[in-house]
């Protein structure tokens, strides 16, 4: 299992052993790069062994607090402030005082419990799996799997990845293995688990008496706040730059704490998403260093997608996350990036969708909108006249029908693609019926979804997986969780001020850096996979023409993919699902497991085994 995750800890490598468990660690050294704040880290009576992954940016607060209760440290690194803070206050009373990202194990012999936590937002992975009486836990699902750990393909989880893209947090693509919630705290005692929730968001508080200045004020303190803490590092940083809001800001942020930073672009030539030119210009008027790096431009292979993900993941952003990853490497070790802005103060479409379909709602009687639940179906999908019936549905219906115009699934249906293991299968996320309750607060209904599905089983695994596939720690300031409970609570109103998305951040950006940078298009960092793989890319889809494990493993019915490729082709634009079931392909093939392979017991030599890194 520790060799299994040496590309996300190369610089050390611990293993301790007791009667009934293990602990065993890869190191990616960012505090304290000496010996002493290697891993496994013990008591001085070795009785309390830690794993750790992640940062905690007020461990130095913490450490004083400690140091004034008589404990004595050792190192300069985070991690021992979870081991004499666990101690010192108990589990529940450490992890309401941490400020960062982790996910973390601790070893209490004495009372042969195994404590597993993960911070609030879910940014750091922790997977496990218990069986006959033991349990093992890793950052990745490969390492579960190099010792035995796991039984066959869930096809329910398959099922997933065709719809999204990507397997969610409530399931793992093996059977048996599962993903500890964000914010949770897992206490497990000889076969016994027990587990608790210990942190929530703050409901938006819609008749708060906030108004637009103060929150801008009262965001861009919080913003400095955090980009400050995740300065803290005995490594070289740099930070991403887009041409968007976001990156902005923790640029700028760094700029006035005179911070040396260099900031990285990835640039897609000749693609509409292309930002390299704004984020260039944005660079210029920051006066800070500025690096773009390029995507490759030939054919590539899917093995680094598949190898940086334990489960099958088509992000399409996740190839430009791992090449920047790659130039990354070579002249920093942390990473800042701008990830969250857009999740908590609604920077996507939908979010303001969803809030006009709430307030027309709230002034829908319920008899209209129980009829048009009942009549709306006969109106076509596509169109104005389509964009009008999906609104409608919303405001009548709430989640079921704003989740269910997603077009995954659907696609192979209607083409008849999908083989027996998921023929008949149905998604949860579907079958959410409409109701006119879940209208009148589809904003923090569909904001309380996107946040469990979309952010934390994509986003959070995008980051995590593309930068420490390369030894690259991310760090995102908009992730902090003072900025999360503080924004979550801001009226939408607020977040949506003069009509524009994310306008709190926009405003500050306007301020301080100006208005051409604040009221650019979004692009969004992704890569045209749709149109390279019928251009520069196609010799790739060879893949789903012969041999494939698709069909071989019964998942798509044989010949089923050869009209829609003829006629994606044709029309010179992949649809996603079509790159989705290349990128599976390709990993059932890295990946041989039966689809129905029942929990059989694996040898163990241990109660307890464990690989973090």
């Not at 969803?354 to 169109?383: C, E, T």
């Not at 980051?463 to 690259?472: E, K, N, P, V």
Request: hydrophobic residues 45%.
């Amino acid at each position: 299992m520790v060799r299994a995750l040496a590309r996300r800890g190369p610089d050390s490598e611990g293993l301790e052993n007791w009667d009934c468990a293990s602990l065993g660690h890869r190191r990616l050294a960012i505090l304290d790069l000496s010996e002493a704040g290697s891993q496994p880290m013990l008591s001085d009576d070795r009785q309390i062994g830690v794993v750790f992954n992640g940062c905690i940016y007020n461990f130095l607060e913490l450490r004083r607090e400690l140091e004034s209760r008589g404990n004595r440290f050792r190192s300069d690194c985070d991690t021992e402030v979870l081991l004499h803070g666990y101690r010192e206050w108990g589990i529940d009373a450490l992890v309401s005082r941490l400020r960062g990202m982790f996910a973390f194990a601790v070893w209490d012999n004495p009372r042969r419990v195994l404590t597993l936590a993960r911070d609030r937002l879910g940014v750091k992975p922790l997977v496990f799996c218990e069986r006959l009486g033991e349990i093992a836990f890793a950052s990745t699902i490969a390492a579960l799997r190099t010792a035995g750990f796991g039984g066959g393909i869930d096809p329910q989880a398959v099922l997933e990845f065709l719809e999204f893209g990507y397997v969610t947090e409530a399931r793992a693509i093996f059977q048996g293995i599962e993903k500890l919630a964000p914010a949770t705290i897992a206490e497990w005692c000889d076969g016994r688990m027990e587990r608790r929730q210990y942190w929530s968001l703050p409901e938006t508080g819609e008749s708060a008496p906030v108004v637009f200045d103060e929150a801008v004020e009262q965001t861009e303190q919080l913003i400095l706040e955090a980009v400050k803490l995740r300065l803290i590092s005995d490594v070289p940083l740099g930070a991403l730059l887009s041409g968007g809001i976001d990156s902005t800001l923790v640029c700028w942020a760094l700029r006035q704490l005179n911070a040396n930073v260099r900031a990285f672009t990835v640039r897609a030539p000749g693609s509409d998403s292309d930002e390299s030119a704004a984020a260039a210009d944005t660079a210029r008027k920051l006066g800070i260093s500025h690096e773009i790096v390029d995507m490759p431009d030939t054919d590539f292979s899917l093995d680094e997608l598949t190898d940086a993900y334990s489960e099958p993941f088509s992000c399409q952003s996740a190839l430009a996350m791992l090449w920047v990853s790659r130039s990354v490497k070579r002249l920093a070790t942390v990473l800042l990036t701008g990830d969250g802005g857009d999740d908590v103060f609604f920077g996507y479409p939908f979010f303001r969708n969803a809030w006009m379909a709430q307030r027309l709602a709230r002034r829908l009687p319920p008899a209209i909108a129980a009829a048009w639940n009942k009549a709306g179906s006969v109106i076509p999908d596509y169109g104005r006249l389509g964009s009008a019936k999906h609104f409608l549905s919303y405001a009548s219906g709430g989640l079921g029908p704003f989740i269910r115009a997603h077009d995954g699934l659907p696609y192979y249906r209607e083409r008849g693609i999908l083989g027996e293991p998921l023929a008949g299968r149905e998604l949860a996320q579907r079958q959410l019926p409409p109701s006119l309750a879940s209208a009148r607060r589809l904003l923090w209904e569909f904001f309380s979804y996107h946040r469990n599905q979309h952010f934390v089983s994509e986003f959070m695994v995008k980051i995590d997986g593309g930068t420490m596939h390369y030894a690259l720690e991310a760090r995102a300031p908009f992730l902090d969780q003072k900025i999360w409970e503080y924004a979550a609570a801001l009226p939408a109103q607020v977040r949506f001020h003069g009509g524009n998305l994310k306008a709190v951040l926009r405003e500050i950006v306007r301020r301080r850096v100006g208005s051409d940078v604040a009221f650019r298009e979004k692009q969004g960092f992704t890569v045209p996979v749709e149109r390279w793989l019928a251009e520069r890319w196609s010799g790739m889809l060879d893949g789903l023409r012969q041999g494939t494990a698709l069909e071989r493993d019964g998942w798509v019915r044989r010949g089923s993919l050869e009209a829609p490729l003829r006629d994606a082709l044709g029309r010179r634009w992949i649809p996603v699902q079509l790159w989705r079931l290349l990128v599976l392909d390709h990993w059932l093939k890295k990946n041989q497991a039966p689809a129905f392979e029942d929990l059989h017991p694996a040898v163990s030599t241990a109660d307890s085994g464990t690989g973090v890194d």
